[in-house]
């Protein structure tokens, strides 16, 4: 299997610019996961999608993020516009869950700069 | 409130040695999920464990230990005969309350492994 998938692994892009972040989860997986990890705050969970619907955003810290699952093996999260403080490595993380809590299994993560 | 507590920041030992990583939870569940992830170097989350609250009994896996205490809401690491390649973050993790998909991370404990 090639686990989930992330691109791009890197992105610098300006302040104010939008950024799209995708993410290929492991086949046959049903939930789908966005974390955001940086020193200050650790891993922070953005999102979560369950078939492909968005159970929790809670996590999203405001309206400039957007997360969308338009299938089973594909998801974006996008930041428009991006601002300084969204630097950070963005994971997508997959995991098939029939009930309880199953594992996660995390991409590689995108390290995000916004200057 | 669920919370889970990593009291050690750094760790470093000298290649051979054995190591414990401490991770103490909150939780106000009576059933509940426990999770151990790895981040080296090169970024990437890596699953190690998924302990569940009615087993109690310690799990071994090659050089990796557990040890759930319950009576003291404890869910230790230990690496025996530690490798340089065991150089790592390591992240205990406990989901939200109700079991809820969204996973209650530590802070991480840096472990460096000297040769």
């Known amino acids: 299997d090639a686990g989930v998938i992330q691109s791009p692994r890197h992105e610098v892009t300006e302040m104010g610019q939008e950024v799209t972040l995708r993410c290929k989860p492991i086949s046959g997986h049903n939930s789908l996961f966005w974390y955001r990890q940086t020193m200050m705050r650790g891993l922070e969970l953005l999102i979560y999608f369950n078939n492909n619907v968005p159970i929790d955003d809670s996590g999203m810290p405001e309206d400039r993020f957007s997360a969308k699952m338009p299938n089973a093996s594909f998801s974006t999260l996008k930041i428009q516009p991006s601002e300084p403080r969204d630097s950070a490595v963005y994971f997508c993380a997959s995991s098939r869950i029939s009930g309880g809590v199953a594992e996660a299994f995390f991409g590689q993560g995108t390290r995000l700069t916004v200057v | 409130a669920q919370k889970v507590t990593q009291a050690q920041t750094e760790i470093s030992v000298v290649e051979k040695e054995d190591v414990t990583l401490d991770c103490v939870y909150e939780?106000?569940?009576?059933?509940?999920?426990l999770f151990w992830y790895k981040q080296p170097p090169s970024g990437e989350l890596v699953f190690l464990i998924r302990r569940n609250s009615f087993d109690e009994q310690n799990e071994i896996s090659g050089r990796y230990s557990w040890n759930f205490q319950k009576s003291t809401s404890s869910f230790n690491f230990t690496i025996t005969a530690s490798q340089v390649v065991d150089s790592a973050v390591y992240f205990c993790?406990?989901?939200?309350?109700?079991?809820?998909?969204?996973?209650?991370w530590g802070l991480g404990t840096s472990l460096a492994v000297n040769p």
């Open positions: 939780t106000r569940d009576t059933t509940y999920y």
């Open positions: 993790a406990l989901p939200n309350a109700g079991n809820n998909r969204k996973l209650i």
